[in-house]
């Protein structure tokens, strides 16, 4: 059998811990060895954790505080590499808290890994018929490049599912442990200079983030917040400006006329649904009109949170880094 270690790393996350524990231990390719680092979790993380391996000895559960906001400027990025540090196998699965998995994910995600190439991607998925799932969570999903269908063609990374060879994490230096948000998509961009990534088929993370229209608004203004303390993303924060600018001059122009407001709208109705409206058009009024709304707001939330993470250098922390 082909042998795998499935990493992850927590902190706080009591909610979520048992369904991803449980989905990881349930696959049809069993795992040599499931790592999760708990980066000093207060909620009562660590105790299930520490239940879960008398009941699972392939779980190898590994406290280490450093790996939290209050030690690392990058503590995601540090508990996924000290994981990935500790585990024995050569190839590495990267699973995330908030995310179960279906019983074939593992086997589907590294099959193109023994196949021969040394980097693999699943990508995540909400699906809006579990009963976890909000009218944000769908709402939001494609601005966080989450599909609403679990065979949806993807090509973006996510480390909720990602497979490589540890000599490819080491060529590339790791995650980046000097950024808070964003650390998958840094080694992304250096793992492809190096192997092109395998897109693999029905191995997506099913997330369930259980958003309101709040808690998806301020990840995406962390993930804004972040690319502006980086520098990166200009061109996105161009787009957005000019979208917030366009908006404007069509509301002074309904003095004159109503068709550049509704020129706007229609391409605002094109950005909203552009990615997925395959998998929306049955959805509920409420639904597409949720979808609308979050999209209306995108640029605003994204543009401000950049320039402002690109003015005062500071990244704004998760619930769960919050002492």
């Known amino acids: 059998m082909p042998v795998v270690s499935v990493v992850s790393t927590v902190l706080n996350e009591s909610d979520n ?8 231990m349930r696959q049809t390719l069993a795992p040599a060895e499931v790592i999760i680092v708990d980066g000093g979790s207060s909620d009562g ?23 939290s906001l209050q030690h690392s400027a990058g503590p995601i990025a540090r508990g996924r590499n000290v994981a990935i540090d500790a585990a024995s196998s050569e190839v590495i699965a990267c699973a995330d808290a908030g995310c179960t998995y279906r019983p074939d994910w593992l086997a589907n995600l590294t ?15 909400i699906d809006p018929h579990q009963t976890e799932s ?11 490049g989450v599909k609403l269908n679990p065979d949806a063609a993807t090509k973006s990374c996510t480390a909720r599912s990602m497979a490589f060879r540890k000599t490819l994490w080491r060529r590339v230096g790791g995650f980046p442990e000097t950024v808070f948000l964003g650390e998958d998509t840094l080694f992304d961009a250096q793992a492809r200079k190096i192997a092109a990534p395998a897109f693999a088929k029905r191995a997506k ?6 958003y309101s229209i709040g808690a998806a608004l301020r990840q995406l203004g962390n ?24 908006e404007i001059l069509a509301l002074l122009a309904l003095v004159y006329s109503p068709i550049p407001l509704l020129c706007v709208l229609a391409l605002e109705i094109y950005f909203a649904f552009r990615l997925d409206w395959t998998d929306l058009r049955k959805a509920p009024v409420r639904m597409i009109a949720a979808r609308l709304i979050f999209s209306l707001l995108v640029p605003w939330v994204a543009a401000w949170s950049q320039i402002a993470g690109s003015v005062t250098k500071k990244n704004r922390p998760n619930r769960q880094n919050i002492p």
């Open 17 to 24: 811990i048992d369904a991803l524990v449980e989905t990881l």
């Open 45 to 67: 993380t660590w105790e299930r954790l520490q239940a879960a391996h008398s009941k699972y000895p392939a779980l190898r559960p590994i406290r280490d505080e450093s790996c």
């Open 111 to 125: 099959a193109p890994i023994f196949a021969g190439s040394e980097y693999s991607l699943g990508g995540a998925y």
């Open 134 to 144: 909000t009218v944000w969570d769908i709402a939001s999903a494609p601005f966080f």
């Open 205 to 210: 993370a099913c997330y369930q983030p259980r």
């Open 223 to 246: 993930y804004s917040a972040a690319w502006g303390v980086l520098g990166g993303r200009s061109a996105r924060l161009g787009r957005n400006l000019a979208r917030c600018l366009v």
